[in-house]
């Protein structure tokens, strides 16, 4: 499994807002590491979507927002699109492992 | 604009030894660290290997350490992923991508290409 956890899946309707979680622990995002969020549309190259928590690249949209408080972090989704439908992955740095992690990816399916 | 283009993927025998290359185009190779991820079928994304900006370091997934090698060629603006040894379970598209930060102050991955297949199957 994942040294990230996330949801398997999210959904919403459109117009609405989902949020998706990540929860680490005391070596990666516990340890202060920064927590980066991606969107993937399967076939195509991975999207960086936010990083250093809660900064947006960019071009994305102000409907993204993420957030990071203890060994945790989160990504919120504004004003769901039938475009956002995709998958999701957070990704941070374990100190323990000395290795990049990612959490196990979360669907996002617009109603 | 920035540019990643996977190539040298395929069938491959297990114990096999392909090599991937990642062409970059858009930036300046030489001042960026790189990143190899990979996402089996059906399964979310994994990472495989981290080499600094001048190739002097380099770090590895404990599930590759001593069978693929990561390398570069700033001059060739090309990354790569030297593969030996090859599982059933390193099926997947493998991802290069450029990286931000130095890797143990938490890197990230800024861009990425989007993907070349090895299927490991005899």
């Known amino acids: 499994q994942s040294v990230l956890t996330q949801p398997p899946s999210v959904s919403g309707a459109p117009g609405q807002r989902v949020t998706i979680s990540c929860t680490g622990s005391?070596?990666?995002?516990?340890?202060?590491?920064?927590v980066h969020w991606y969107q993937h549309f399967p076939g195509t190259a991975p999207k960086l979507l936010i990083n250093?928590?809660?900064n947006r690249p960019s071009g994305v949209p102000d409907r993204f927002s993420g957030s990071k408080s203890g060994t945790s972090a989160s990504l919120a989704i504004t004003g769901l699109q039938t475009d956002d439908e995709a998958d999701y992955y957070c990704?941070?740095?374990?100190?323990?492992?000395?290795?990049?992690?990612f959490g196990g990816g979360t669907k996002l399916t617009v109603l | 604009q920035v540019q990643l283009v996977e190539s040298g993927g395929g069938v491959v025998q297990p114990g096999g030894s392909p090599r991937l290359s990642c062409a970059v185009s858009g930036f300046t190779l030489s001042r960026y660290g790189m990143q190899w991820v990979r996402q089996a079928p059906g399964k979310g994304l994994e990472w495989v290997a981290f080499?600094?900006?001048?190739?002097?370091?380099?770090y590895y997934a404990d599930s590759v350490k001593g069978r693929f090698t990561i390398s570069r060629d700033n001059s060739r603006n090309t990354l790569y992923l030297q593969m030996k040894s090859l599982r059933e379970e390193d099926t997947a598209v493998y991802f290069c991508?450029?990286?931000?930060?130095?890797?143990?102050?938490?890197?990230?991955?800024?861009?990425w290409g989007q993907g070349v297949l090895i299927t490991v199957s005899s």
């Open positions: 080499i600094e900006y001048d190739g002097q370091k380099v």
């Open positions: 250093h928590n809660n």
């Open positions: 005391r070596s990666n995002i516990g340890a202060d590491y920064e």
């Open positions: 990704q941070s740095f374990d100190n323990r492992l000395s290795a990049v992690v």
């Open positions: 991508a450029r990286s931000r930060r130095e890797f143990e102050s938490g890197t990230y991955l800024d861009y």
